[in-house]
C-alpha cells in the first residue's frame, strides 16, 4: 500500500461544513478499498460486506493520520462522488 504520511490534512470550517478535497486522500482512500477488495474477507460478489466502511476508517488512520476522515460523512460522501465521477 502506498505511503501517504505526509499528506496536509483538510480543512474544515468552524462550522463544520464541507471538507475541502486533498487528493493523497483520494488516492489513499482507492488504495485502501482496492486492498479490502484484494484480501476478499470483507467483499462479495456484489460488494463490500456491511461494516466495510468502519474497516477502511480504521486502515485510513494508519495511512493518513493527520486526516480524521471518519465513516459519516467523510468516507460516505467520497465514495458516493467517486463512483459517480
Not at 477488495?37 to 477502511?56: A, P, R
Not at 480524521?68 to 468516507?75: F, R
Request: charged share 30%.
Amino acid at each position: 500500500m502506498p505511503d501517504f504520511s505526509q499528506s496536509s490534512a483538510s480543512s474544515q470550517n468552524s462550522q463544520g461544513t464541507k471538507r475541502k478535497r486533498v487528493p493523497e486522500e483520494d488516492a489513499a482512500l482507492v488504495a485502501c478499498m482496492v486492498n479490502l477488495h484484494n484480501v476478499g474477507t470483507i467483499n462479495t460478489d456484489k460488494g463490500f460486506k456491511v461494516g466495510y466502511l468502519n474497516e477502511l476508517e480504521r486502515m485510513l488512520e494508519k495511512v493518513l493520520p493527520h486526516a480524521m476522515l471518519k465513516t459519516k460523512p467523510n468516507l460516505e460522501s467520497r465514495i458516493k462522488t467517486l463512483k459517480r465521477d
